[in-house]
């Protein structure tokens, strides 16, 4: 891949404009077409269903197509349906669904609820997926150009997610509501572990290990609000359990059984008609009382944690065009815990957070087609911790490792956006954040090392900012460009005294074009520059030189959909990625990354309420290593409105 050139405002900007493309939808006003979503899948109010039958052909590493695109079976079949109507109790009743065969297990989820305006509502939603983890080591050889591949688990870890929520409101009187909610998820299956001592003594050419995880949670809430007069008060109580199992290789296993209860208050009170005060306070307590066993020895772990926090709020009106929000947040939270191995304490913590956070933010609206916005924040915390070997501090200690660390965060921004005409809008948004910690790690009672990593003194600095441009130089045409820019710094101030630094910049642009009734054109188009140092610190690890990363990534993504007859409709959509890292270009390799992704669809309304739709989709990987991948995808869909 040729490296391309950073370029400049101006530069950039012409280039988006000839080379029109979309960015994330945070970074667009223009919308990107729902070409990735599954045919016959209607957005509003319409009953609709679909059916679909699948072909996969893929070449390569079936495990990693498995990570990458949940992509499985050869065969496969798949749904969808949404349907309105009234419910036993009289109430609008919705219910919607999808259900798939692509990774050799049904997945899918249901989701259903149902309102008697003025009186309840209540929600229903389940899911039931599976997910494939990475399989390999991804530990590549120093020169990786063209290197070894690594070996893989087989079969490929899967872990099953099954989750499910259920919530109501019920109006029981002027002013007074009652809600209740649960919400349960399991998680049963393996994934690959980070623990790589597995068939060889060379590193990269190690089996992971397989992390096995059999775990469930289930949470209870119930809640009150009551309006009286200029008063709002809403009380929830919580109750949460979480138990279950996680095994590595058979060596270690980890028993979990948490519980925890909460309860939080919130109050809101109407000073008058530009004046509302807030303020609320929660409590919980969460304890475990689990245990591990490492090579067959077994050893309790308990630990129990308090938390506490109280908010107050202001939101006052400030004359007709401004509006200033105040927040102040205190917390704290108090953790004892410890490993006891029979009837000895074998490595016990007592850990002490408080922290204190100050928020304001202005808004006005006083400038003609203007809208102004800045925030600023104040955040200080504190921690106390002892961690001990022998007993908790007071009894006898072995050994003890003391940790005093204060922290302080300063944030600052600001966004303005001004319709500049009836056709042009410009935004801009600007933010700052900055943390320094002072942390001081000492032992005590005989302790010589550090049971765990201690960071010292260290400071931490975000900025990023934005630009953008939005034009409608015709009804049928929508164009937006922009830049944005986002910078990290991270420096440590103990005896290594490294600086981390990494910088990012994009522009994009996006395009809308209703050509003709018949014809739409759409488009997507992204650079990026990022680089990112490491300076100071220790030496890296023999044959290897120092940390860096110069990345240059390009994403182009133009499409069309053409209605050819009344019945008969046509799209086509490409998204390609170019990407280039070469940052250790003088010591190892340059890596060069290809992404293609290709959809066809082409539908045809049989009557009124039927469509048939044959869809093509091609995912391919190109790399210069050797964990290149193509996926072929076809499809034919029957859909349907009702």
Same mark, same amino acid.
């Given at each position: 891949m040729?490296? $391309?050139?950073?370029?400049?405002? +101006? ?8 080379c029109a493309?979309?960015a994330?939808?945070?970074d667009l ?21 679909a !059916?679909?039958?699948?072909?996969l ?5 079936t495990?990693?197509i498995?990570e990458?695109?949940?992509?499985i079976?050869q065969?496969?079949?798949e749904?969808?349906f ?6 036993l109790?009289?109430?609008?009743l919705?219910?919607?669904?999808? &259900? ?10 249901f *989701?259903?609820s %149902?309102?008697?305006p003025g009186?309840?509502v209540?929600?229903l939603d389940?899911?039931? $997926?599976?997910?494939f983890y990475?399989?390999?080591s991804?530990m ?16 490929a ?10 919530g109501?409101?019920y109006?029981?009187?002027?002013g ?8 349960? #998820? ?6 690959s ?10 590193e990269y050419a190690q089996?992971?290990?397989r992390?096995?995880?059999?775990? /469930?949670?289930?949470?209870f809430?119930v809640?009150?609000?009551l309006?009286r007069?200029? =008063? ?5 109580l ?6 279950g ?5 058979a060596d270690?296993t980890?028993?979990?059984?948490h519980?925890t ?7 809101a009170?109407? #000073? !008058? ?5 807030l303020g *609320?306070?929660?409590?919980?307590k969460?304890?475990?009382d !689990?245990?591990?066993?490492?090579? *067959? ?9 308090d938390?506490?926090?109280g ?7 400030l ?6 929000r105040?927040g102040?947040v205190v917390q704290a939270r108090n /953790?004892e815990?410890?490993?006891d191995?029979?009837t000895?304490?074998v490595l016990?913590v007592?850990?002490?957070? @408080?922290?204190?956070?100050?928020r304001?933010?202005?808004?006005y609206?006083?400038?003609?087609r203007?809208?102004l916005q800045g925030?600023?924040?104040y ?15 007071g &009894?006898?200690v072995e050994a003890?490792?003391?940790v005093?660390?204060?922290?302080t ?7 303005a ?16 954040s900055?943390?320094?910690t002072d ?6 009672n005989?302790g010589?090392?550090l049971?765990y990593?201690?960071m010292g ?5 975000r900025m ?18 922009g830049?944005q820019?986002?910078?990290?710094t991270?420096e440590?101030e103990d005896?290594?005294?490294? @600086?981390?630094e ?6 994009f642009?996006g395009?809308?074009?209703? +050509?003709?009734e ?5 488009g997507?188009?992204?650079?990026g520059?990022?680089?990112f140092?490491?300076?100071? !610190?220790p ?11 110069? &990345? /240059?990534? =390009?994403?182009?993504m133009p499409?069309a %959909?053409?209605?050819l007859?009344g019945k ?6 490409y998204e390609?990625v170019?990407?280039?890292? /070469?940052g ?5 390799d340059?890596l ?11 539908s045809y309304r ?20 050797w964990?290149d ?6 499809a034919l869909?029957?859909?349907g409105? $009702?």
């Amino acid at each position: 891949m040729k490296k $391309f050139p950073m370029m400049t405002m +101006a530069g950039a900007a012409l280039a988006l404009l000839i080379c029109a493309g979309t960015a994330a939808a945070g970074d667009l006003p223009v919308q990107a077409p729902r070409f990735w979503a599954p045919a016959g899948d209607l957005v509003g109010q319409e009953d609709h269903f679909a !059916g679909t039958f699948l072909v996969l052909d893929d070449h390569g590493s079936t495990a990693k197509i498995a990570e990458d695109w949940q992509l499985i079976e050869q065969y496969a079949g798949e749904g969808l349906f949404r349907w309105s109507g009234k419910g036993l109790s009289g109430g609008d009743l919705v219910l919607r669904g999808y &259900g798939t065969t692509r990774t050799g297990d049904f997945n899918g989820r249901f *989701g259903a609820s %149902c309102s008697r305006p003025g009186r309840m509502v209540w929600n229903l939603d389940y899911r039931l $997926f599976d997910n494939f983890y990475d399989t390999t080591s991804e530990m590549r050889t120093y020169a990786f150009s063209l290197g070894s591949e690594p070996p893989v688990l087989d079969p490929a870890p899967v872990l099953g997610w099954n989750r499910g929520r259920f919530g109501l409101r019920y109006h029981l009187a002027d002013g007074f509501d009652a809600r209740v909610g649960y919400v349960r #998820m399991a998680r049963d299956g393996d994934k690959s572990s980070l623990d790589r001592l597995h068939g060889s003594t060379v590193e990269y050419a190690q089996v992971p290990g397989r992390k096995i995880l059999d775990l /469930t949670s289930q949470e209870f809430t119930v809640g009150f609000s009551l309006a009286r007069g200029n =008063l709002d008060t809403d009380l929830e109580l919580g109750y949460r359990g979480y138990d279950g199992t996680r095994t590595v290789d058979a060596d270690r296993t980890v028993a979990d059984d948490h519980k925890t209860t909460s309860a939080r208050l919130d109050l809101a009170y109407d #000073m !008058g008609s530009s004046l509302r005060l807030l303020g *609320g306070g929660s409590l919980a307590k969460v304890e475990n009382d !689990g245990s591990e066993t490492r090579d *067959g020895v077994g050893r309790p772990l308990t630990t129990e944690t308090d938390l506490s926090a109280g908010r107050l709020g202001a939101i006052a009106r400030l004359g007709d065009s401004a509006v200033l929000r105040l927040g102040a947040v205190v917390q704290a939270r108090n /953790t004892e815990g410890d490993v006891d191995a029979g009837t000895d304490e074998v490595l016990a913590v007592d850990r002490e957070r @408080k922290s204190t956070d100050l928020r304001a933010r202005l808004t006005y609206t006083g400038i003609s087609r203007t809208r102004l916005q800045g925030h600023v924040g104040y955040k200080t915390s504190d921690l106390d911790e002892v961690t001990t070997s022998g007993g908790l501090p007071g &009894g006898l200690v072995e050994a003890a490792q003391i940790v005093a660390q204060e922290k302080t965060t300063f944030n600052a921004g600001f966004d303005a956006s001004r319709r500049l005409s009836r056709k042009v809008s410009l935004r801009l948004d600007f933010g700052y954040s900055g943390t320094e910690t002072d942390e001081l790690t000492t032992n005590a009672n005989g302790g010589t090392d550090l049971w765990y990593f201690a960071m010292g003194d260290r400071k931490q600095d975000r900025m990023d900012w934005r630009v953008a441009l939005q034009l409608r130089p015709l009804t049928t045409l929508r164009l937006d460009v922009g830049h944005q820019t986002d910078e990290r710094t991270f420096e440590r101030e103990d005896e290594f005294s490294s @600086k981390t630094e990494w910088k990012a910049q994009h522009g994009f642009a996006g395009l809308s074009w209703a +050509a003709h009734e018949r014809v739409t054109f759409t488009g997507n188009f992204t650079y990026g520059v990022e680089e990112f140092t490491l300076t100071g !610190g220790p030496e890296p690890t023999a044959g290897l030189g120092p940390l860096r990363y110069d &990345g /240059t990534t =390009l994403r182009f993504m133009p499409g069309a %959909c053409v209605r050819l007859s009344g019945k008969w409709s046509l799209e086509g959509y490409y998204e390609g990625v170019r990407y280039e890292d /070469t940052g250790d270009e003088g010591v190892i390799d340059v890596l060069e990354a290809d992404h293609d992704r290709t959809t066809i669809r082409s539908s045809y309304r049989l009557g009124e309420p039927l469509t048939v739709t044959a869809t093509y989709r091609r995912y391919e990987f190109d790399e210069n290593r050797w964990d290149d991948t193509i996926t072929d995808l076809y499809a034919l869909s029957l859909s349907g409105r $009702f």
